[in-house]
C-alpha cells in the first residue's frame, strides 16, 4: 500500500512558477508508476504528467509540454512536478497517485492523495 501526501500549491500570478512535491510511504513506491492529475471546479479530473518507476519514461499532456516536468527521486520516495509559465487556466486542485504501470488513464491509478490548491490569477 502506498500513502500520499501533497505539497507546494499556493496562489501565484500568470507566468510565476511552482514546484509541487509528493511524498509517498509504502515499501512500493520505488516500483509504482506515478501520475499528476487535476480538476478544476465544474470540471472532472484531467491528466497531467506520469512518470515509470525508473524515472526513465514520462508523458505529458498536451497543454503542458514545454511548462511542466514531472521527476522523482526515489531514495526520498518523493515525485515532484515543476511548473513554469503558469496559466490561469492551470488553476486547479493536484492530486498525485500511484499505478502499477505507466498509464495516462485515471482508472489505472490505485492510490491519491488529498490534493493541493493551485490558483493562478491573471
Known amino acids: 500500500q502506498v500513502r500520499l501526501v501533497e505539497s507546494g500549491g499556493g496562489l501565484v500570478q500568470a507566468g510565476d512558477s511552482l514546484r509541487l512535491s509528493c511524498a509517498a510511504s509504502?515499501?512500493?513506491?520505488?516500483?509504482?508508476?506515478m501520475g499528476w492529475f487535476r480538476q478544476a471546479p465544474g470540471k472532472e479530473r484531467e491528466f497531467v504528467a506520469t512518470?515509470?518507476?525508473?524515472?526513465?519514461?514520462?508523458r505529458y499532456r498536451d497543454s503542458v509540454k514545454g511548462r511542466f516536468t514531472i521527476s522523482r527521486d526515489n531514495a526520498k520516495n518523493t515525485v515532484y512536478l515543476q511548473m513554469n509559465s503558469l496559466k490561469p487556466e492551470d488553476t486547479a486542485v493536484y492530486y498525485c497517485?500511484?499505478?502499477?504501470?505507466?498509464?495516462?488513464?485515471?482508472?489505472?491509478?490505485?492510490?491519491w492523495g488529498q490534493g493541493t490548491q493551485v490558483t493562478v490569477s491573471s
Open positions: 497517485a500511484a499505478s502499477q504501470s505507466l498509464s495516462v488513464y485515471i482508472n489505472e491509478y490505485d492510490y
Open positions: 509504502g515499501r512500493t513506491f520505488s516500483r509504482s508508476a
Open positions: 512518470i515509470s518507476w525508473s524515472g526513465g519514461t514520462t
